[in-house]
Nanobody, 120 residues
């Protein structure tokens, strides 16, 4: 079994910063891609950023100047550093990890989500 636990969300003013963390635990052979998604009220879940096991990153075009994703493979943790936050960044942020529990099988796992609210 694999669990993802997010932390770091909260209430912040416009222009502020937050760092989200997501720890993957359980039966892990290897973690491939890790990423962050978000879902605002009334909208579909969207990709924020993702990072491969070798550190290659991919961002939503509109966010790459303000958000940074990175991971610590020794801690099975992925981070999202968010700066210059805007009210439109308000959403539930979800962590996703592609985890191999053995050499042959990988599955997508999601965290429960952490709320980020940016006030004007």
């Amino acid at each position: 079994q694999v669990q993802l636990e997010e932390s770091g969300g909260g209430l912040v003013q416009t222009g502020g910063s937050l760092r989200l963390s997501c720890v993957v635990s359980g039966t892990i052979f290897r973690i491939d891609d890790m990423g962050w998604y978000r879902q605002a009220p009334g909208k579909q879940r969207e990709l924020v950023a993702q990072v491969t096991s070798d550190g290659t990153t991919n961002y939503a075009d509109s966010l790459k100047d303000r958000f940074t994703i990175f991971r610590d493979n020794t801690k099975n943790t992925v981070y999202l550093q968010m700066s210059s936050l805007k009210p439109e960044d308000t959403a539930v942020y979800y962590c996703k990890a592609v985890v191999r529990r053995n050499r042959f099988v990988s599955n997508d796992y999601w965290g429960q989500g952490t709320q980020v609210t940016v006030t004007s």
